[in-house]
């Protein structure tokens, strides 16, 4: 069986309307409410989150700007 390639580094950005937005985030929050993997697609790529990601809130302040985070984080083996 043929190793797996690694994807490549990315980071990125990428927004939405605010209902298309309230959507998403509902069908996380059912998702991780189900233990379900949650599944997206952002720019193009699409991304599986399993069920034991870690999650958290984040918030940043500085120049004049806030910023609040939800994030996922899981490790890819």
Do not use: N
């Not at 937005?21 to 409410?33: Q, T």
């Not at 697609?41 to 120049?63: K, L, N, Y």
Request: hydrophobic share 35%.
């Amino acid at each position: 069986m043929a190793a797996r390639k690694r994807k490549a580094d990315r980071d990125t950005e990428k927004g939405y309307p605010a209902g298309r937005f309230a959507d998403k985030l509902r069908r996380l929050a059912d998702c991780i409410e189900q233990g379900k993997k949650f599944r997206i697609q952002i720019a193009g790529e699409r991304v599986s989150v399993p069920p034991d990601a870690v999650f958290t809130i984040e918030h940043e302040r500085e120049d004049g700007k806030e910023e609040v985070e939800f994030q996922l984080k899981w490790t890819v083996s």
